[in-house]
């Protein structure tokens, strides 16, 4: 029997219609820009100057632009009443894939522009919201401990995702230490430092929530989860967050910490498209990644590293953010490679973060991360979605987290 899909949320009828109006309102704007480029023919290479269209021609798309607007607002008050009523916290593995990428690739966007489709930061077990009260917390099962894991899942992604091939991470290692584990969702979309200062606050009110002494904290951030962690770190110690003096470890499974090559290319590409006035509103569709994918660029961490600049900057703007002090730093990387240096391990890394930016290893010595080489851990003839069942990594997290 093909299993029932869980019926769509009022709410996400709401944001997808909200995000077809955008798409039309950018892509009106998309034509319209390729039309007067197309009728002042400017030379091949340059800036574009004006782009909007004149007279007549204007007229229509402004009326385009009117219509579509009149359309998304009605279909505001119509849709509640047209959608059969299903529970807010109504769900499916599918359902969450797609919000958790729709979040990764515009989720600034969906901030922004108020959809309901935005996902909230907050924790979360078993796909699960989890109530930062001590009562709520009191009643999770098993019952929680003095050992707290929080796990903080990447970009595109969301908590669920922890698990694979019978593996999670966060499980095993309640299972071998009475750890009482957590997993942060976010909106990945965002940008790094405004998830870090929010996680920060998070864990706050968390730590000051939890119903038995917390002797020990410990987070574990995949790819972008371990950029948002250290951020949170940067910000808990400026806002003076008491739960830094208990956090013991922090492990980063394949974190770009200097950044990821593809967002690079992808950025150098729309560079060389903003050439040509011809091919310049192109380009506007690449200028749209979220802001957490351009973050991606160098490993940004904080507000100073891109406020007030242009979303294409090349240059790296990075204030140095090293780990915190007083507290064990593990850093895992996999690689397609079947050793250092090779063919696929230079050209391919992990498919998505290199080696060397996975250990925090820089040119800079100030951006260089100072994990000890028995913090390290490097596995081959794997890719960044192995970090999370790779038998190898499993044994590794055993071993560091060890405690007496």
């Given at each position: ?7 769509l ?26 039309h ?19 007279g ?5 798309y ?19 009443l047209?959608t059969?009523p ?5 769900s499916?593995?599918?359902?969450e894939?797609l919000v958790?990428?729709?979040n ?9 522009s108020?959809?309901?489709l ?25 019952a929680?401990?003095g050992?707290?894991?929080v796990l ?30 957590l997993?942060?969702h ?11 200062r ?6 706050a009110?968390?730590i ?11 987070i ?9 962690t ?13 739960w830094?003096?208990r956090l013991?470890?922090l ?16 950025n ?10 011809y091919?310049?509103p ?9 802001a ?6 160098h490993?940004n961490l904080?507000?100073?590293d891109?406020?007030?600049?242009h ?12 780990l915190?002090d ?18 696929r391990?230079r ?5 998505l ?5 996975a250990l ?7 951006f ?11 596995v ?11 038998p ?7 071993i ?5």
């Amino acid at each position: 029997m093909t299993p029932k899909k869980a019926a769509l949320r009022g709410s996400d009828v709401v944001g997808m219609g909200r995000l077809a109006f955008d798409a039309m309102f950018g892509l009106t704007d998309l034509v319209e820009a390729m039309h007067g480029t197309i009728v002042r023919r400017p030379a091949p290479i340059g800036a574009a100057g004006e782009t909007h269209t004149r007279g007549l021609t204007r007229f229509v798309y402004q009326s385009i632009r009117s219509v579509t607007h009149v359309l998304g607002g009605g279909m505001d008050v119509l849709v509640p009443l047209l959608t059969p009523p299903v529970a807010e916290d109504t769900s499916s593995p599918r359902r969450e894939v797609l919000v958790s990428v729709l979040n990764g690739v515009i989720g600034d966007h969906l901030v922004a522009s108020e959809n309901p489709l935005a996902i909230p930061m907050r924790f979360r077990r078993g796909g699960e919201p989890v109530a930062l009260s001590r009562d709520a917390l009191a009643a999770l099962s098993p019952a929680p401990t003095g050992r707290v894991l929080v796990l903080v899942h990447g970009l595109c992604m969301n908590d669920q995702q922890w698990l694979r091939n019978g593996n999670d991470h966060g499980e095993a290692l309640a299972r071998a230490f009475g750890f009482s584990p957590l997993y942060l969702h976010y909106n990945s979309g965002r940008h790094v430092s405004n998830n870090g200062r929010e996680f920060a606050d998070r864990l706050a009110e968390l730590i000051a929530a939890w119903p038995v002494p917390v002797d020990e904290l410990v987070i574990v951030g995949h790819s972008m989860g371990g950029l948002v962690t250290r951020s949170a770190c940067h910000y808990a110690r400026l806002a003076g967050h008491g739960w830094l003096d208990r956090l013991s470890a922090l492990v980063f499974l394949g974190t770009p910490h200097h950044g990821a090559p593809l967002e690079r290319a992808g950025n150098l590409f729309d560079l060389l498209l903003e050439i040509s006035p011809y091919a310049a509103p192109i380009a506007r569709i690449g200028g749209n990644r979220a802001a957490g994918i351009n973050d991606l660029r160098h490993g940004n961490l904080l507000d100073e590293d891109w406020d007030g600049r242009h979303r294409r900057y090349r240059a790296d703007p990075r204030t140095p953010v090293p780990l915190p002090d007083g507290v064990d730093c593990f850093a895992v990387a996999t690689t397609r490679g079947r050793r250092d240096g090779d063919l696929r391990d230079r050209l391919l890394g992990d498919g998505l973060v290199p080696v060397a930016s996975a250990l925090g290893r820089h040119a800079d010595e100030r951006f260089t991360l100072a994990f000890p080489e028995s913090h390290q851990l490097v596995v081959y003839e794997r890719d960044h979605f192995d970090l999370f069942d790779a038998p190898a990594i499993i044994d590794q997290l055993a071993i560091w987290l060890a405690r007496p």
